[in-house]
């Protein structure tokens, strides 16, 4: 059974601060990456992909990604109230775009 | 554009009731997905198109059934409605499921209980 591994949260920083969202995953040959933000009561949001080892930036967020430690992590840099959400990690696997998504981790941004 | 929609936004059964879930998109993706959300729990592949006229099962696909009606339309229906169903019910699309960088974008969902 091929797995995502999330911390479920919450957790708690505040504003201003980085948040640090973790992700672990079994399948050793996984190629692609995603993070979805998922506010309460609506649909998941991709805010990054990523493919290669290292690091990719957008805007306030940065995803990580380990495949030697199969590890993916995303940073969020000055985190705001508005950032308040699950965040779901997603990995695909197999040869079609079939996501396998952990339970997501709760961020709580207080001011 | 629309992106993906879907009806009903809400719904209410009764065991053993049968419904269809419609989602549709303006993207012009050839590939779309059913997932269901429970609480604590990661989004669950159903039933996934990789293309139009091609259906194929994905981790949870038992009660339910699909119909790819064109390369726009994706539907979800459960023939017996059962308790065990009731969840959040996701579609999504994406432009191609075989390229490594397809990323799905998903709909507003559809909120369904079985009493």
């Known amino acids: 059974q091929k797995e995502v591994e999330q911390n479920s949260g919450p957790l708690s920083v505040p504003e201003g601060a980085i948040a640090s969202l973790n992700c672990t995953y079994s399948?050793?040959?996984?190629?692609?990456f995603f993070w979805y933000r998922q506010y309460s009561g609506k649909s998941p949001e991709l805010i990054m992909s990523i493919y290669s080892n290292g690091d990719k930036e957008d805007g306030r967020f940065t995803a990580q990604l380990n495949k030697a430690s199969q590890y993916v992590s995303l940073l969020i840099r000055d985190s705001q109230p508005s950032d308040s959400a699950t965040y779901l990690c997603?990995?695909?696997?197999?040869?079609?775009?079939?996501?396998?998504f952990g339970a997501g981790t709760r961020l709580a941004v207080h001011p | 554009n629309a992106g993906v929609t879907q009806t009903p936004k809400f719904q209410v059964l009764k065991t053993g009731q049968s419904m269809t879930l419609q989602c549709a998109q303006d993207m012009n993706h050839n590939s779309m997905y059913w997932y269901r959300q429970d609480p604590g729990m990661g989004l669950r592949l159903i039933y996934y198109s990789a293309s139009e006229g091609t259906t194929d099962k994905g981790e949870v696909p038992n009660g339910y059934n699909v119909s790819r009606l064109n390369k726009r339309e994706f539907s979800l229906r459960l023939e017996s409605a059962a308790p065990s169903q009731t969840s959040v019910y996701f579609c999504?699309?994406?432009?191609?499921?075989?390229?490594?960088?397809?990323?799905?974008?998903f709909g507003p969902g559809t909120r369904l209980t079985v009493l």
């Open positions: 399948d050793r040959v996984s190629q692609s």
């Open positions: 999504a699309s994406s432009e191609l499921a075989a390229a490594s960088t397809d990323t799905q974008y």
């Open positions: 997603a990995v695909r696997s197999g040869g079609y775009n079939k996501l396998i």
